[in-house]
């Protein structure tokens, strides 16, 4: 959306451009500073929001408000100009929004890759992934966490997990232990929705954690 109201934004002000018009009239300044304080107090509330959740749909909500808040600024700015230069520089509002736009597409283009990064089942930051295997090996009876992949679809994680036990525990023991490690992790982290623990006998050559 953002990248497509930023093509539509710059064509029009190239339009503008190409075709010369009246100057704009001075109480539009008014107007745009009420739209530019209103955008980005309400691009500001979202965008906490959006940072709490970690959502990127929900970021691209709040960018939706500061690109209304750019495009509005530009054009006073532009206006501005228009009217202190007078005939002329009718067209400086136009230049100030084809301006706006390519800041707007920017931004644009950066939250869809962080949409597809999300969509496309990727992994959450390494940090992470190391805080949730040193969870499950500080739990009694695991000598070493093998493997630890974790997957993020859209707000949650879903973790699988290869964890070493003593070869000689007996098999409700360590059916006791995974269910450790898995209510463990989900404790710690709200977010993971599910963990999938696989119960290995502890070898002579351990493969531990990349």
């Known amino acids: 959306m953002l990248l497509g109201a930023s093509v539509w934004i710059f064509a029009t002000a190239i339009r503008e451009i190409k075709h010369p018009h009246e100057g704009p009239e001075a109480f539009t300044l008014v107007v745009l500073a009420l739209v530019v304080i209103v955008k980005e107090a309400l691009f500001r509330h979202v965008f906490r929001e959006s940072i709490a959740v970690e959502s990127t749909a929900v970021q691209t909500d709040a960018w939706h408000h500061r690109s209304d808040a750019i495009t509005s600024f530009a054009a006073a700015v532009g206006i501005g100009i228009a009217l202190i230069g007078g005939e002329g520089y009718e067209a400086a509002d136009d230049y100030a929004a084809a301006l706006a736009a390519l800041v707007i597409a920017w931004n644009g283009w950066r939250l869809l890759r962080s949409a597809v990064h999300e969509l496309m089942d990727a992994s959450p930051q390494k940090e992470v992934v190391d805080q949730m295997a040193e969870t499950a090996a500080a739990i ?50 709200p977010r993971v929705r599910d963990v999938l623990v696989h119960i290995e006998p502890t070898g002579d050559k351990p493969h531990p954690l990349e």
């Open 140 to 189: 009694p009876g695991v000598d070493l966490v093998e493997k630890c992949f974790v997957r993020k679809m859209g707000y949650s994680f879903y973790v699988d997990m290869h964890v070493q036990v003593d070869p000689q525990m007996t098999v409700q023991r360590s059916h006791e232990i995974a269910h450790q490690v898995k209510d463990r992790i989900r404790h710690d982290f």
